[in-house]
């Protein structure tokens, strides 16, 4: 089992940063990925950054050259920093994180923090 607990979200104005923070419980000794996701009303969730166990990145191209996620794996923490934030960065971003268990690979959520950006 893998808990998530995020933190880091609030509310910052247009060109602002924050960085978010996802700490996983788990006696789980490697986490193949870790990562953010988001919502925003009325869309679906989608993809931010995730970082691989190895040092591989992923991003959406909304993203590219304003985020950085980035990982501690003896923590196993997941941080996302988020510069020249924009109003439409506004969402609920989800903590991701997925393992293998045995032949199974597996999802965790954490429960969600809010980010606005609005002057």
């Known amino acids: 089992q893998v808990q998530l607990v995020e933190s880091g979200g609030g509310l910052v104005q247009p060109g602002g940063s924050l960085r978010l923070s996802c700490a996983a419980s788990?006696?789980?000794?490697?986490?193949?990925?870790m990562g953010w996701y988001r919502q925003a009303p009325g869309k679906e969730r989608e993809l931010v950054a995730t970082?691989?166990?190895?040092?591989?990145?992923n991003y959406a191209d909304s993203v590219k050259g304003r985020f950085t996620v980035s990982r501690d794996n003896a923590k196993k923490t997941v941080y996302l920093q988020m510069d020249s934030l924009k109003p439409e960065d506004t969402a609920v971003y989800y903590c991701?994180?997925?393992?293998?268990?045995?032949?199974?690979?597996?999802?965790?959520w954490g429960q969600g923090t809010h980010v606005t950006v609005s002057s």
């Open positions: 788990t006696s789980v000794s490697v986490i193949n990925t």
């Open positions: 991701y994180a997925g393992l293998t268990r045995g032949l199974t690979w597996r999802d965790y």
């Open positions: 970082g691989g166990v190895n040092g591989n990145t």
